[in-house]
């Protein structure tokens, strides 16, 4: 059994560095010139798209329908990060999953089937292979906290830019490149949107389907609604950052009152032993040596 381990290890390795080279290599030919004649004239996120898609496409052959939906709307969510592209992460989860099964059947064979390690390898396949989706999941919880933390400040900026003459599109475009997050990179990527063509109401839902924050979708709602009817935009800015004020107050008062239930286990497992010691250990002493 000894002898087993170096030969394990090294099979270990062996995928792990396999692993590490099908994502980080690129492919050689012609797809290295598609690649640099696409990517002249974009960003460098939009390059790293197109590099993805050429280098990673062949992993959405191994994702379900469902699951590509389903990770895409994750991703939307996590704001779409730049430097893992949907593609490179699908690839990924593939590779992840080919990598612990290998690896877990060859230690089951070295290990002579061993229960332990049977139990392992069927809790690390999966794991394996959804810990993109969790990863994109927690950081898409973090960004729509962004996002609903900035919101009221970046009313009030679109409200004091439109009682200022500014039209609503102009107002928002000023609150989007001036400010910094979540939320404005997803309002210049809405004015881009409608730009390009897209109707306000179909940009304005899809901004309130990526961002899936309670607090956008009622002012995302309420926008659609004063351009259908001819509301004052000015009234409506102004009710709403008025509403998302109190919203951020209330929950801000709410996580305070929850800070004494939060700090009682951590306060009766940690500090109370150490001082029921320190108080009464001297005593005790005392009693046990007279």
């Not at 699908?90 to 089937?113: D, E, N, Q």
Request: proline share 4%.
């Amino acid at each position: 059994m000894p002898s087993t381990i170096p030969l394990a290890l090294f099979c270990l390795i062996g995928a792990a560095a396999v692993a590490i080279w099908l994502i980080v290599s690129t492919r050689w030919g012609g797809d290295r010139i598609v690649r640099q004649n696409l990517k002249q004239g974009l960003t460098d996120s939009e390059t790293e798209q197109v590099r993805s898609a050429t280098n990673f496409g062949w992993a959405r052959k191994f994702i379900t329908a469902k699951g590509a939906e389903r990770l895409e709307t994750l991703y939307a969510k996590a704001g779409r990060p730049a430097k893992w592209p949907l593609t490179r992460i699908m690839a990924f989860k593939v590779i992840a999953l080919g990598t612990v099964a290998v690896v877990g059947l060859m230690m089951l064979v070295l290990s002579g089937s061993n229960k332990i390690i049977l139990l392992m390898v069927i809790l690390l396949i999966p794991l394996a292979y959804f810990v993109p989706d969790l990863l994109l999941y927690s950081k898409g919880t973090e960004r729509q906290k962004e996002i609903g933390l900035e919101l009221a400040d970046t009313l009030d900026q679109m409200m004091i830019a439109v009682e200022a003459g500014l039209g609503f599109e102009s107002a928002m475009s000023r609150a989007g490149h001036n400010g910094k997050g979540p939320l404005a990179e997803e309002l210049v990527r809405t004015l881009q949107e409608m730009r390009v063509g897209i109707p306000r109401r179909d940009a304005y839902l899809a901004l309130e389907q990526r961002a899936d924050v309670p607090d956008l979708r009622s002012f995302t709602r309420a926008v659609i609604q004063a351009d259908a009817y001819g509301i004052s935009i000015s009234s409506v800015l102004r009710t709403q950052a008025d509403e998302m004020r109190i919203k951020r107050r209330q929950r801000a008062e709410e996580a305070a009152q929850k800070i004494p239930t939060k700090i009682l286990i951590p306060l009766m497992l940690l500090v109370l032993p150490v001082l029921f010691i320190a108080v009464l250990g001297p005593t005790a002493l005392t009693f046990i040596v007279g």
